[in-house]
């Protein structure tokens, strides 16, 4: 990767039209990929949506990232299929 396809907080919540914090928040939560070189953060182009800031369930969670921890592989809610409450 070039030193053009790494970039720092500003810039990205520059490009996602979001606060600065709201990109550490993001990168504290798990929800946005970054790497810490000692005391600075930097976030692979790559790992920035394109289409904006993502959607941020009641979990916290980025929407579509991972699978909920109350529902199973289909997206069904485990307390619909007899699973845990």
Not at 6 to 34: C, H, I, K, M, S
Request: glycine residues 12%; charged residues 25%; hydrophobic residues 40%.
């Amino acid at each position: 990767m070039t030193a053009r396809e790494w970039l720092t907080p500003r810039q990205v919540a520059d490009e996602l039209g979001v606060n600065r914090e709201t990109v550490y928040d993001a990168v504290a939560r798990g929800d946005l990929f970054a790497v810490r070189l000692g005391r600075t953060i930097r976030v692979p182009r790559w790992a920035v949506p394109s289409s904006g800031p993502p959607n941020v369930g009641d979990s916290g969670a980025v929407a579509g990232s991972a699978v909920d921890s109350h529902s199973d592989l289909e997206g069904n809610r485990l307390s619909d299929v007899g699973g845990a409450p």
